[in-house]
């Protein structure tokens, strides 16, 4: 007797200062940058490996690397996505995907390879996803006769919607694959949302099966394999796994320096003041001191940070004179502006400019 199918997982709802957008849209002008690009939502252990990806076939970095392990703003990422051709270029997302191993999910990943089978790990998987990955919302289900996790939209992605889609799901099998037994690898299914190449009748020689058109990016096994006991399984390290992920989530859950840059963003051009913020959060400004310095933090970094991103955007994608960004990012004369970009980036305006221009013209 077949036992009921239980109502799907889904990972948890992003806290209030972390916008949830809808499906992709056109390109947004650089004037009105979606609100969720400038929050921390993709972990630099990606990035870097984005960054290495990269430079492996020949490509010039165009910014210095983080250098530490934390969660990144989606605006970070687009200048290597612009210097890679993403927007044109998406399917070069799926030989990215495909080269994200899995210990590089971290925490998630260790505690979705250490449960009993398939369908814990989707579970535990869900589950901790926000550790590392807000791009995305992951849910899993039974139905139909599979074990299916799902990949939906909780960024607007725009013109890099099937490159990040690609990566991603890709870069989430790879852990399934590191479970899964040869008979599973074979009844497993890749699901992506778009249309098999012109001249592709078929998907391509894999250890799985590919399907196309599909409503979301998605990865599913017969429950008959999902339900089996795995063969990486161990349940000392999933406890202690586990374990470290409830507390990461509550550290992420209560995270000042997200929501101090979420009233920033908000804020621009005319940047607040520390004690503008720490106003807006029912703060004094020495206890929002001392809360930021708790995560490493500091007001005048996030700022930086924040102005830096918006100062890059401009660049690669308007045709905006420099004096004219300077004051879109909050400074007072183009000299200033040029020298804080130079501390950010260790290179000037034009010259960073010009590594993404076209014929003179911005990159698009």
Excluded at 35 to 61: D, M, N, T
Excluded at 172 to 197: G, K, S, Y
Aim: glycine residues 6%; hydrophobic residues 40%.
């Amino acid at each position: 007797m077949s036992r009921p199918a239980p109502p799907p997982v889904t990972s948890p709802a992003p806290q209030a200062t972390h916008s949830v957008q809808s499906a992709p849209v056109a390109q947004p002008p650089g004037s009105a940058l979606p609100s969720a690009w400038f929050e921390p939502c993709i972990h630099s252990a990606y990035v870097q490996i984005l960054a290495k990806f990269l430079q492996a076939r020949g490509l010039v970095l165009p910014w210095p690397q983080p250098s530490q392990s934390r969660l990144l703003p989606f605006l970070d990422v687009l200048p290597l996505l612009d210097a890679v051709h993403a927007a044109v270029q998406p399917d070069f997302g799926l030989e990215l995907g495909m080269a994200i191993p899995a210990a590089a999910h971290g925490l998630k990943g260790m505690a979705a390879m250490s449960s009993p089978s398939l369908w814990a790990a989707m579970e535990t998987f869900v589950r901790y996803a926000r550790i590392r990955d807000h791009l995305f919302q992951y849910r899993c289900q039974r139905a139909g006769g599979y074990a299916t996790l799902e990949l939906h939209p909780r960024v607007p992605l725009h013109q890099y919607t099937r490159f990040m889609q690609g990566a991603t799901v890709h870069a989430t099998f790879n852990i399934f694959r590191a479970i899964a037994d040869e008979t599973a690898l074979r009844q497993a299914v890749v699901v992506l949302p778009w249309e098999a190449p012109a001249g592709q009748d078929k998907a391509p020689a894999t250890a799985w099966q590919v399907e196309y058109g599909g409503k979301v990016p998605a990865i599913r096994f017969p429950i008959s394999i999902a339900d089996e006991p795995s063969q990486t399984a161990d349940a000392d390290l999933h406890a202690r796994m586990c374990k470290a992920g409830d507390e990461e989530l509550i550290r992420l859950a209560g995270s000042i320096g997200a929501r101090v840059r979420h009233l920033m963003h908000q804020g621009q051009p005319a940047w607040p003041t520390l004690a503008d913020i720490a106003d807006r959060l029912a703060l004094s400004p020495r206890t929002l001191v001392r809360r930021l310095e708790s995560e490493d933090l500091s007001y005048g970094q996030l700022l930086d940070e924040v102005r830096n991103e918006l100062a890059c955007w401009y660049l690669r994608q308007s045709a905006l004179p420099m004096s004219d960004i300077a004051e879109r990012t909050g400074f007072s004369d183009q000299a200033n502006f040029s020298r804080a970009f130079g501390r950010w980036q260790g290179q000037t305006p034009r010259e960073y400019r010009r590594q993404f221009q076209v014929g003179g013209q911005p990159a698009q």
